[in-house]
C-alpha cells in the first residue's frame, strides 16, 4: 500500500481504530497509524499536508 491508496489507508484505519472519530486526529497521530498499517510499503518521508488531509477525508467518508 502506497501513500496514494487513500481509500485503502481509510479503511484499515477504521478497522484498526474503530473508537476513534478521524475529525480529530491529528496528523502526526495519523502520519504514524498509516505508516503502522499491515501493508504499506511506501517511504514514511513522502507524506505531506495534502496526502494526508485527503486519508482523513477518505476516513471521515468511511465511517459516515
Not at 8 to 16: H, K, T, Y
Not at 30 to 52: C, M, Q, Y
Amino acid at each position: 500500500m502506497k501513500w496514494i491508496d487513500t481509500l485503502e489507508i481509510a479503511i484499515g484505519l477504521s478497522e484498526n481504530h474503530p473508537d476513534v472519530d478521524p475529525q480529530y486526529v491529528r496528523f502526526t497521530d495519523l502520519h504514524r497509524w498509516v505508516t503502522g498499517l499491515e501493508g504499506f510499503a511506501d517511504d514514511p518521508d513522502k507524506s505531506n499536508e495534502k496526502i494526508l488531509e485527503a486519508i482523513q477525508l477518505a476516513w471521515i467518508d468511511e465511517v459516515s
